[in-house]
Nanobody, 129 residues
Framework: QVQLVESGGGLVQPGGSLRLSCAAS????????IGWFRQAPGKEREGVSC????????NYADSVKGRFTISRDNAKNTAYLQMNSLKPEDTATYYC??????????????????????YGQGTQVTVSS
C-alpha cells in the first residue's frame, strides 16, 4: 500500500509553467509505476503522462507532448510533472496515481479504462489570464 500526496498546483497565466510533485509514503516509490491523470469539470478523465518504476520509459498524451515532462526521484520517493507552455485547456484537477509494474516494467499506460491501484487527493491547476 502506498499513500500519495500531490502539490504544486495553482493559478498561472497562459504560457506559464508549473511543476507538480507527488510524494509517496508507506511504500518505496521505486515499487510503483506512476501516472498523472487530470479531470476538468464536465469532462472525461484523461491520462496525461506515466513513467515506469525504473524510470526507463515514459508516455505522454498527444495534447501535452513537447510541453510536459514526467520524472521521478526514487531516492526522494517523489515523482514530478513539469508543465510548460500551459494553455487554458490544461485547467483541471491533476491526480498522481500508482500501480504495480507490468510487462516487465517496460511500459506504462494512460488508458483511463485501466484502474491504477492508488491515487492522491489531487491538486488544482488553473490556467487563466
Amino acid at each position: 500500500q502506498v499513500q500519495l500526496v500531490e502539490s504544486g498546483g495553482g493559478l498561472v497565466q497562459p504560457g506559464g509553467s508549473l511543476r507538480l510533485s507527488c510524494a509517496a509514503s508507506g511504500s518505496a516509490m521505486e515499487n510503483w509505476v506512476i501516472g498523472w491523470f487530470r479531470q476538468a469539470p464536465g469532462k472525461e478523465r484523461e491520462g496525461v503522462s506515466c513513467i515506469t518504476a525504473s524510470g526507463s520509459t515514459t508516455n505522454y498524451a498527444d495534447s501535452v507532448k513537447g510541453r510536459f515532462t514526467i520524472s521521478r526521484d526514487n531516492a526522494k520517493n517523489t515523482a514530478y510533472l513539469q508543465m510548460n507552455s500551459l494553455k487554458p485547456e490544461d485547467t483541471a484537477t491533476y491526480y498522481c496515481e500508482a500501480t504495480t509494474p507490468f510487462a516487465g516494467d517496460t511500459t506504462c499506460t494512460l488508458a483511463v479504462q485501466y484502474e491504477y491501484d492508488y491515487y492522491g487527493q489531487g491538486t488544482q491547476v488553473t490556467v487563466s489570464s
